[in-house]
């Protein structure tokens, strides 16, 4: 990125939760991210065509918080949120007190321009 940190990308489009194990996903976000969250880092999930087949349930979410070391959200830079639908928003609003209780609503940008896109990237 322009703030030289690495920056990991998620395409959420192809997640089918009937698909993919919430426990496997976890655990290969978090083998990702290894080798990066002792240092700065961002994230940009790619929300184009995100449908409600792709929505996690809020315990994937409370999961992964609940297993993620200290440095993932000490270390994390952005989280840059490309495309998101106005079904977003409804689903925003039952993810919004573990949001807020991490601190990571502050780090969050949402975008559908690729000005502001490009201006991280």
């Known amino acids: 990125t322009k703030t030289r940190r690495p920056a990991f990308v998620y395409v959420a489009r192809r997640y089918v939760v009937q698909d993919i194990d919430a426990d496997t ?13 002792r240092q700065p880092f961002d994230i940009i999930v790619d929300l184009t065509m995100f449908s409600r087949e792709n929505d996690p349930a809020p315990e994937f979410f409370e999961s992964f918080v609940s297993v ?10 952005t989280i840059m949120i490309v495309n998101a639908p106005s079904y ?7 993810l919004h007190p573990l949001v807020v209780s991490t601190k990571l609503h502050k780090k969050m940008k949402f975008t559908t321009s690729a ?6 990237i």
Do not use: E, H, Q, W
Not at 88 to 94: E, F, M, N, P, S
């Open 25 to 37: 996903m976890i655990y290969f976000v978090l083998a990702t991210l290894r080798p990066s969250m």
């Open 88 to 94: 977003l928003r409804l689903a925003g609003k039952k």
């Open 115 to 120: 000005p502001m896109y490009s201006a991280l």
């Open 68 to 77: 993620a070391p200290p440095d993932v959200a000490r270390n994390l830079g």
